[in-house]
């Protein structure tokens, strides 16, 4: 199985940072990587996929990047209502395996 | 608009049976690959299984090969999951997602499965 680490866990910033969650795959996964915000009580919500690709509907403000098998998850200025979990999830092969999540707090 | 409505989750002893189902609408379900993904209390999400569009090819994460069984029916517009030999581990909230693009572009409300004698 491909393991996704992610990191950090959780993070607290302000209005207006710049905040940056990674994801590690445990081998190539090409870029069959995708995002995902999960907010309290909610289902996943879908962000970007193919690593880079931001689904239809979502602020520009997030936007995915690949350096190898490193992912990263970027919001450019961070909003009230980005406060949520965030997961990455390998879709290159099953099982698709998704990272453990990070939680993002507003300062 | 894309609504996925999953039922049939509830309290179960284990090692019992239960189906739980996803009322599919506004698309073309026969279409589309669909999953079961799951969250335990408090932690994250695991995928739990998938059937391509037709129905022919079907793939399981190793913890429930065996016991549980998806299947869809096109007609009806309607995923299943079967779930049998329940176990303490599985009780978790269960989501019926679209697969999109290799990625999960709609999600159900989740539907809770309790495990407990």
């Known amino acids: 199985d491909i393991q996704m680490t992610q990191s950090p866990s959780s993070l607290s910033a302000s209005v207006g940072d710049r905040v940056t969650i990674t994801c590690r795959a445990s081998q190539s996964i090409t870029i069959y990587l995708n995002w995902y915000q999960q907010k309290p009580g909610k289902a996943p919500k879908l962000l970007i996929y193919a690593a880079s690709t931001l689904q239809s509907g979502v602020p520009s403000r997030f936007s995915g990047s690949r350096s190898g098998t490193d992912f990263s998850l970027t919001i450019s200025s961070l909003q009230p209502e980005d406060s949520a979990t965030y997961f990455c999830q390998q879709s290159y092969s099953n099982p698709r395996t998704f990272g453990q999540g990070t939680k993002v707090e507003i300062k | 608009q894309v609504q996925l409505v999953e039922s049939g989750g509830g309290v179960v002893q284990p090692g019992r049976s239960l189906r739980l189902s996803c009322a599919a609408s506004?698309?073309?379900?026969?279409?589309?690959?669909m999953n079961w993904v799951r969250q335990a209390p408090g932690k994250g999400l695991e995928w739990v299984a998938v059937?391509?569009?037709?129905?022919?090819?079907?793939y399981y994460v190793d913890s429930v090969k065996g016991r549980f069984t998806i299947s869809r029916d096109n007609s009806k517009n309607t995923l299943y999951l079967q779930m049998n030999s329940l176990r303490d581990e599985d009780m978790a909230v269960y989501y019926c997602v679209r697969e999109y693009s290799s990625s999960y572009d709609y999600w159900g409300q989740g539907t809770l499965v309790t495990v407990s004698s």
């Open positions: 059937i391509w569009s037709d129905g022919n090819t079907k």
């Open positions: 506004g698309f073309t379900f026969s279409s589309y690959g």
